[in-house]
């Protein structure tokens, strides 16, 4: 759960803490987790650190760099996209592990 | 035609200036740039409801959290135009879509404003270049009622008042003309969780009012 930015469905223990997780906040009413999140305690409960290696955008845009939001309902490609969106890019490549290629 | 999010807003310092405003989906660049460049300020500020919020987790937790429960969140940034013309962040907002309305009178659904921020102004004055912060309450309230309208729901909405905001907050939702949930109201029963008085809604015509007042500036 600790490396949530780094899921990935060969990692089982990663993949069960995060269910593990999400199943027990579940339980929870959005005004609990409210009440936790403000008293900076979520951590216990969902222990999802950013990764430190992300760099940070700048602080201002130009208008047209802006991708203004739709008011409308959104369809589930779109869903789909900004949940992807909500998660960290994941490392560069040369930070990932070295596989052996076959000849 | 579908209501447009609002495109401007009063000026905090000036009320008769309007301040541009532009919406965008919320991503996790964004969350790391409201924690990284205004968490450690705001975590300074102790009458700040939102002091210990860190956008980085909130933002894959709400989205995984509502997912495990079949519904969706809609988490957006508020970009205002700092002196130099450029934008700026200066407010975030998480929405949760189709969810139960809190007048069980009326059982049916709304949306849910689960997690709203604005940026101090002072900060944004100081040190980010913006001499005409926008005041920004009514227009991420007005987001929401938007959503809510457009996806069928009539612009119902709900929120919880987080405890950490005090009287103060409660004050805030007031002001604005939402409707407080009585402390012997039930609630939904999916809310699972004790009425402790700290519930606002909007129904059809406060919705309705809400959004109309804001309709020149879309």
Known sequence: ?103 | MPRRFARSAPSKVDKRRRVDIRVTHMAASDALWWDTRLGPKHASMAGRADRYWSWSMLLPLCHLVQRAKRRYCRPLVFWARADSGRFLRVGMLIVIEAYPYLDVEHPADSHFVWFMSGADAGLLTTEFGMSNPPALGRVLLDSAIVLSQNAGLAGRIGLHAAAAGGDGLLAVYDRFGLIRLPTVAPLPPSVRRPNDGRFFYADEPVAEGLAAALDASR
């Open chain 1, 1 to 103: 759960m600790s490396e949530f930015m780094q899921l990935d469905a060969k990692a089982p223990a990663t993949l069960g803490a995060v269910v593990e997780a999400v199943t027990r906040l579940s339980t929870l009413g959005e005004a609990k987790i409210l009440e936790l999140v403000s008293a900076g305690k979520i951590a216990d409960l969902f222990p999802f650190k950013p990764a430190g290696d992300q760099p940070i955008p700048s602080d201002t845009v130009a208008e047209e760099e802006l991708v203004e939001a739709s008011a409308s309902s959104l369809n589930r490609k779109e869903r789909e996209a900004l949940i992807q969106s909500s998660l960290p890019a994941t490392a560069p490549k040369k930070y990932r592990p070295r596989t052996v290629s076959k000849r």
